[in-house]
């Protein structure tokens, strides 16, 4: 998620620092995007406030519109995400978390300046391949953009790396934390799967 403005870039980034708001805000200095989407106000000289929805292949899914002196409602454009994560709309997200029909989801948090995670990236990537046939989806989330950021806030993330299966609607079923063995990561797997079949 990020948000575009025909603001310059220094006021974007003193806007952001001011709000900490969790995701980038980008500068449309020239107007192009703006036009493109046909937010731009010619008159005004400013930008309409929209929000869009586009899926993982490019394509809008749905568009809201409020006014710049209104306080805007989220809930219908998080109705329409949900749909896309549930499997009601198309698959959407940087690292495809659509769920759908499956058993479970498996992810990995983790940092590239982390540790722990680093020596376990050769144990992970042989897990991998060992147990990927257990999961619809075997998602690998790094701490750098602001959407997978968002999402570590969205899982609760404390720490790296964490190990999360969820099950088909994206409710978690278990978590573990730390740096572990593949025998403890398997061990781990086979225990959430159970709880799930529950």
Known sequence: MFGVSVDSWATLKKYREELNLPFDLLSDWDRETSKKYGT???????????SFLIDRNGTVKFVQESALTQPRSHQDMISEVHKLKTGTGEETA????????????????????????IKMKPIV????????????????????????????????ITGTPTFVITDAEDKEVDRVSGELSLEALEKFTESSLKKLRE
């Open 125 to 156: 990537e042989e897990f991998r391949k060992k147990h990927e046939g257990k999961f619809k989806k075997f998602l690998l989330i790094p701490f750098d953009t602001s959407s997978n950021i968002s999402m570590f806030h969205e899982f609760r």
């Open 40 to 50: 731009f106000n010619e008159k005004e000289l400013v930008s309409n406030r929209k």
């Open 94 to 117: 940087t690292q495809t978390r659509t769920t759908k029909s499956a058993e479970a989801v498996f992810y990995e948090f983790y940092s590239d300046t982390c540790t722990h995670c």
